[in-house]
């Protein structure tokens, strides 16, 4: 059964405990083999802004539909899921770090595909810019479920593993944000520009877009239960919540 809008109604339902109980129990696992992050264990932090794009669709969420009159600073982190090395294709992860209302928002993205249905798979690809990315889980907004993406725009990261990037590289990342309903098309609503950040400690740096959420939206009941416990498992309490400067 879904909700008349493509999501499946999960929120009381004992799959999505079983898929939290079974994620948790993998990443427990692998924190024990690759400690501290089971998944993307190395990343390049990134910095940049956000610049929204006039007159964009509506999304039914505040921090995108309501973006301020000016660019915002944004800092992300860019890595390999599985750690294979380059040029082995691998899943990518994007998160991205804003400030709203004066505390951390996350938006945390995968490499997925970018049209129904292959935007609910992970897909694997030989480097970052050529990816689409994903959050394979829905917000919810006022209007329903929000999935929120991104593609390259121009340029490519630096690198995606923090030994590979040169002291005086500079290059900029430049990504398209957009917004789509479970089954419906993208729409761009705002422009990130990256670039290796001067500070690559990533050690306390973690990413939670639940906890984090943005402005406006919320989680649903289904998600919390398929994505939080193993969340909980191998974030720290002690989680790093740099902010952009």
């Known amino acids: 059964m879904t909700s008349g809008t493509g999501i499946p109604r ?4 004992p799959v999505a405990r079983a898929i939290g109980a079974v994620l948790s129990g993998a990443f427990a696992l692998g924190q024990r083999l ?3 992050r089971p998944i993307h264990p190395r990343g390049v932090v990134l910095s940049g802004q956000v610049r929204w794009i006039p007159d964009a669709e509506p999304s039914g969420i505040a ?3 309501r973006g301020p009159g000016g660019p915002v600073p944004v800092v992300a982190r860019v890595s390999r899921s599985i750690g294979l090395p380059a040029p082995l294709p691998d899943i990518f992860g994007l998160a991205l ?4 209302s004066g505390a951390p928002a996350d938006i945390e993205l995968a490499s997925t595909g970018w049209t129904v249905p292959a935007r609910f798979a992970l897909l694997l690809h030989r480097r970052a810019e ?3 990315f994903g959050s394979l889980f ?5 209007r329903g479920p ?3 993406g991104a593609r390259t725009r121009s340029g490519r990261p630096a690198a995606t593993d923090p030994r590979e990037l040169g002291a005086e590289d500079d290059r900029t990342w430049s990504l398209t944000l957009g917004h789509a309903t479970a089954l419906g098309a993208w729409h761009p609503f705002a422009v990130v520009d990256l ?3 001067g500070d690559q400690d990533d050690t306390g740096l973690r990413f939670d877009a639940v906890r984090r959420s943005l402005p406006g939206s919320g989680a649903y009941a289904w998600v919390r239960a398929a994505r939080q416990p193993s969340y909980a498992r191998v974030q720290p309490t002690d989680a790093d919540v740099r902010m952009p400067r």
């Open 10 to 13: 999960l929120s009381h339902a």
């Open 34 to 36: 690759r400690h501290p």
């Open 63 to 65: 921090w995108i539909d």
């Open 97 to 100: 770090r804003v400030e709203a």
């Open 130 to 132: 050529s990816a689409r």
């Open 138 to 142: 829905p917000y919810r907004g006022t």
């Open 146 to 148: 929000v999935l929120v």
């Open 195 to 197: 670039r290796a950040d």
